[in-house]
């Protein structure tokens, strides 16, 4: 993963385009970091993208996916533990120690679909180049040639369409260390330290038009920028690539981070870009720890449990975006255990309470608000309001009892919740959580 980008060249074609129903009714998605990076799976651990100075941030890296850029940094503990624990060994000897050997897409994409998530993105390519199918150009450097010998994007697509869900495609665009002689990044600049030739234009146009050609995806999520040799309108534009995209499938999507003027949904990323969560369409993407790549480093302090990811989810549904939660499956293709609790924790809780996440939108806030003492999100679907509530017992709701009919309040299994009127608030008292998380109440609107 890498940070928002929002480049806007007045000579870049703008599409308009209404954004398609399933995108914003889907709600939750899951993300897949899984490459080369997954074998030394190394990062420290140090906090949210958002919160740290740059210097620091690059130099101690959390995130494992940049583990070959973070290694180049001279003097950084990441180049120290490549010495120490891999003897300094070139980063492409992990391509080839990545075995994959337990990977089933099939249950990985059972457990995403249990999870309530409607869409799965893995990457197909990231910032250090390998690609996840048999990319043209790449002279094996991928994991149908190497490593897994396998087709993993294809592999994906199939049991996320087979599962139901939606299914589209990660690509760096605008960072690949192999295929560009640049210096490591140590800070945010990225705008002299990434490829923008004609050459490399040529490659990740290729590499995208192939993934559009083979796979269909529904959602196209690009990163880090798209090399400036592509921007204007010419033969290589960007823009014919989207042709492509729309044209392949109509009710596609595209985010913002292609450093174009067009995009169907602004991104944010942990504590960055908070800003684009505006109300347009828009998804909040983060790790269940601070991670994309798996990192072996990271433990239960580290990471979100279920009930942490169901609040993240709902703070985000409640205030009108998507949630892209990202898994990194270790080496073997295994998703790892405190990801895996978390996930599982997200699927009891959804089994009761999708109602108040699939397909709802924002409920005005002249009618009801969100708190943090105790804490409150809301949703709306149709004539209902769903009160997410993270406590119990007698609660006080921001909530106006003239646009909310008290008596009608309930559990969504339809159990009558004790609730009335108090000057201009609402007293619910919450029952006990069946299942590990927030307390849902609907409430019809008046």
């Not at 651990?45 to 995130?63: C, K, Q, S, V």
């Not at 494992?64 to 003097?75: K, L, M, Q, S």
């Not at 991670?291 to 009108?320: C, I, K, T, W």
């Not at 299994?413 to 069946?434: H, K, L």
Request: glycine residues 10%; aromatic residues 10%.
């Amino acid at each position: 993963m890498a940070h928002p980008q929002n480049v806007r060249p007045e000579n870049y074609h703008r599409f308009e385009r209404e954004v398609p129903a399933w995108f914003r009714d889907a709600k939750f998605g899951i993300f897949v970091h899984w490459g080369a990076y997954s074998v030394p799976a190394w990062a420290e651990p140090i906090g949210e993208l958002g919160t740290i100075d740059a210097r620091t941030w690059f130099a101690h890296n959390p995130y494992a996916e940049w583990y070959a850029n973070t290694i180049r940094i001279e003097g950084s503990p990441a180049q120290q533990h490549q010495q120490e624990v891999h003897g300094g060994a070139p980063y492409d000897d992990f391509l080839d120690a990545w075995t994959a050997e337990d990977f089933d897409a099939d249950a990985v994409v059972a457990l995403f679909r249990r999870a309530g998530a409607r869409y799965v993105v893995p990457t197909t390519k990231h910032h250090d180049g390998i690609t996840l199918w048999d990319a043209p150009g790449t002279d094996g450097r991928n994991t149908v040639a190497r490593g897994p010998r396998r087709d993993l994007v294809g592999e994906f697509a199939t049991a996320a369409r087979g599962a139901g869900l939606r299914f589209g495609v990660y690509y760096s665009g605008g960072l690949d260390w192999h295929a560009s002689d640049f210096p490591a990044l140590d800070d945010m600049d990225f705008s002299a330290r990434r490829p923008v030739d004609e050459a490399y234009t040529d490659y990740a146009n290729r590499h995208v038009v192939d993934l559009v050609e083979r796979y269909a995806p529904d959602v196209l999520w690009g990163d880090i920028e798209w090399p400036d040799a592509g921007k204007p309108d010419g033969p290589r534009s960007f823009t014919h690539v989207l042709d492509r995209f729309y044209a392949a499938n109509p009710e596609g999507v595209v985010n913002d981070r292609f450093g174009a003027t067009h995009w169907d949904f602004r991104t944010s990323e942990y504590q960055q870009g908070r800003d684009n969560e505006d109300d347009s369409a828009w998804e909040n993407c983060r790790g269940v720890g601070y991670s994309f790549g798996y990192n072996q480093v990271e433990d239960a302090s580290h990471y979100m449990d279920g009930p942490a990811a169901v609040r993240h989810l709902l703070d985000v549904v409640s205030r009108g975006g998507n949630f892209l939660l990202n898994v990194g499956p270790d080496s073997r293709g295994r998703i790892p255990e405190l990801q895996r609790q978390c996930l599982e924790g997200i699927a009891d809780w959804m089994e009761r309470h999708a109602a108040a996440v699939h397909g709802t939108t924002v409920l005005e806030g002249a009618i009801a608000s969100a708190g943090e003492e105790p804490w409150v999100r809301w949703t709306r679907a149709g004539d209902t309001a769903h009160a997410v509530v993270d406590a119990a017992g007698e609660t006080t709701l921001t909530a106006d009892p003239a646009r909310l009919d008290v008596a009608s309040a309930r559990l969504l299994d339809g159990t009558p919740v004790v609730a009335r009127a108090e000057g201009d608030r609402i007293v619910v008292d919450v029952p006990a959580a069946e299942v590990a998380g927030p307390v849902v109440v609907a409430l019809d609107l008046r």
